[in-house]
């Protein structure tokens, strides 16, 4: 018998550390997606892939909430009935493990709530953006006073990256000196440098 964990997260700027911290840790096997979408399949995720086929009966799965087992009600009872088939015990972070009969019926109702959030955030999401557009043709600037419909970028991936080989730093360093993520910053030092880039850099230096 083997304690497993599962962990995914939607953007490469985040990490899987905030659910491992809360699961406990000491498991046997732990796998994950990471800038993977919610809205895809648990199934067709290479991470929850993988532990579909190496979970053997008697195992037990840690995951952090109920959406981190499919990408809609429907998607989370077909992978919690196909764990539970292998004789994977199915536990999930503040709910506890998860039995056929009731177990599943509570995790459907579950899984049928965080469905119905996810809606609604992707309908204020849409009326945002539909409030912001008219603002923008109207006045030049959306409702918030922004003067485009982008996010702003957080820091100038050059100027990051000079930064960091003139002062021979970390990655870690670097993220703390800008108030950026590490996966920014790592994205930021990869960039090969544009021709304007390097005019930039010049003119910097």
């Not at 999930?92 to 998860?98: A, D, R, S």
């Not at 993520?181 to 990869?190: D, G, M, Q």
């Not at 090969?192 to 880039?197: E, I, L, N, S, V």
């Given at each position: ?29 732990e ?12 199934a ?22 109920v959406?981190?087992l ?47 959030e ?9 009326a ?47 993220a703390?000196q800008f108030?950026l ?10 960039q ?6 390097d ?7």
């Open positions: 018998m083997h304690r497993l964990a599962y962990y995914r997260v939607s953007t490469g700027d985040q990490t899987i550390d905030a659910q491992r911290t809360a699961l406990g840790g000491g498991f046997d096997q796998f994950a997606d990471e800038g993977v979408s919610g809205a895809t399949l648990a067709s995720r290479p991470g929850f892939a993988d532990l579909l086929s190496k979970a053997r009966s008697g195992d037990t799965l840690y995951v952090y909430a959406d981190r499919g990408r809609d009600a429907l998607d989370v009872q077909a992978t919690v009935r196909r764990l539970l088939d292998l004789g994977v015990t199915v536990h999930v972070h503040g709910l506890g493990p998860i039995g056929r009969g009731v177990g599943e019926l509570i995790l459907a109702v579950l899984a049928q709530i965080a469905d119905m996810r809606q609604r955030i992707a309908e204020r999401t849409r945002g953006r539909n409030a912001a557009r008219a603002a923008l043709e109207a006045t030049g600037r959306t409702h918030r006073g922004k003067e485009g419909l982008g996010r702003p970028k957080a820091a100038d991936g050059a100027a990051v990256a000079l930064w960091r080989r003139e002062n021979g730093a970390s990655i870690a360093a670097t703390r108030g993520s590490v996966a920014t910053v790592k994205r930021y030092c990869a090969r440098p544009t021709a304007a880039g005019a930039s850099l010049a003119k910097m230096g």
